[in-house]
């Protein structure tokens, strides 16, 4: 499975951009998505997830009210919409892929997921 992000740059605070990642290699359909964040020098942050069928989203208390994740089973592609976008936001975002996670408990610790892009940078300009 390969994962390719895309849609970073640089945006002025209050600013939206949003992010899109395409799976390929396999049954995306069935992969619980989510989107990570991280800073040099720091652990990678959970940002949101969206199961396969889409009912179940979450997100970090920073992205709640402000980031939007969905996903096209039919593009084999998951967005992150975010908004307001403030210079704390600034970093290399991640998606990742999971067959299955057991629990909501542990579905935010990257070591729940087996599958991951490259990233792609956001930078916030005050």
């Known amino acids: 499975v390969q994962l390719q992000a895309s849609g970073g740059g640089l945006v002025q605070a209050g600013g939206s951009l949003r992010l899109s990642c395409v799976v390929s290699g396999g049954n995306f359909s069935r992969l619980i998505m989510g989107w990570f964040r991280q800073a040099p020098q720091t652990e990678r942050e959970f940002v949101a997830a969206?199961?396969?069928?889409?009912?179940?989203?979450y997100y970090s208390d920073s992205a709640k009210g402000r980031f939007t994740i969905s996903r096209d089973n039919a593009k084999n592609t998951v967005y992150l919409q975010m908004t307001s976008l403030e210079p704390e936001d600034a970093t290399r975002y991640f998606c990742?892929?999971?067959?299955?996670?057991?629990?909501?408990?542990?579905?935010?610790?990257?070591?729940?997921?087996?599958?991951w892009g490259q990233g792609t940078l956001v930078t916030v300009s005050s």
């Open positions: 969206i199961n396969w069928s889409s009912r179940n989203l």
């Open positions: 990742a892929a999971a067959p299955y996670i057991p629990s909501y408990e542990i579905l935010r610790l990257d070591s729940s997921y087996r599958y």
